[in-house]
């Protein structure tokens, strides 16, 4: 799919709106409606991972924040407020932090390479790396090595949602889980990397409690 054939793009959305209407007349009359998703979705802004698909999510089920890496920066503007309304105001009970193996990104920040304005981004997935130094350096395999560091950035970027307040807050009040996924793109699998959310967060009371 091409932009420059654009013809092909907006007649494939009035198919689309087409196929809609027929299968539920008010499909749209609904949509305008409002949201009320279940799930916060943090993923990779890669082509491949096309997440509400993967699970057979339809629109208004899911908010979604992509990025490069799927990274919640601390300074982060858009990070911080996509959290914060998702918690706070469409009261999601669900934050999903979800990685993929073949990732660019995370790939890029295993190389020595200055990809110039790229580079702070790269530093925050380089600084997961120099946490977990020790385990990734005994893995041989650099596949096996690639998989891993993956797996560890996706827990690493639960954490720092756990840095927040509302989500601290929404923690304890109701409940909020948030989730650790890891998506192959070799096999379309999705895997629970089953993140133990609760001991994570008592680990971080010492330094990172706000509420
Ligand atoms: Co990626």
């Keep these: 799919m091409k932009t420059d054939k654009s013809e092909s793009i907006f007649s494939n959305n009035r198919r ?3 196929l809609k209407k027929a299968n539920e007349p008010e499909y749209f009359k609904k949509l305008a409606l409002g949201q009320s998703p279940e ?3 943090i993923g990779c802004s890669d082509s491949r991972v096309a997440f509400e698909e993967t699970i057979g999510a339809k629109p208004g089920e899911v908010f979604v924040l992509r990025n490069i890496a799927n990274m919640v920066n601390n300074l982060d503007f858009s990070a911080t407020s996509v959290i914060n309304y998702a918690v706070k105001h469409l009261l999601i009970n669900d934050i999903v932090v ?11 920040a295993m190389l ?3 990809l110039g304005i790229m580079n702070p981004w790269l530093r925050n997935i380089r600084d997961i790396y120099r946490i977990h130094k020790n385990e990734l350096n005994e893995i041989e395999n650099e596949n096996d090595r ?3 560091f993956v797996e560890l950035n996706v827990i690493e970027q639960c954490v720092n949602v756990m840095k927040i ?11 909020l889980a948030i989730h650790a996924w890891v998506f192959d793109v070799r096999t379309g ?4 990397l089953k993140l133990d959310a609760k001991s994570i967060l008592t680990s971080l009371t010492e330094i990172y409690k706000l509420v």
Excluded at 98 to 108: F, K, L, M, P, S
Excluded at 189 to 192: A, I, S, W
């Design 39 to 41: 799930i916060l979705y």
């Design 16 to 18: 689309w709106i087409e």
């Design 189 to 192: 699998e999705l895997k629970d």
């Design 165 to 175: 307040a509302s989500v601290q807050k929404a923690i304890n009040s109701r409940k």
């Design 146 to 148: 690639y998989d891993r």
């Design 98 to 108: 979800c990685g993929h193996y073949q990732c660019g990104g995370v790939r890029a």
């Design 112 to 114: 020595q390479e200055d």
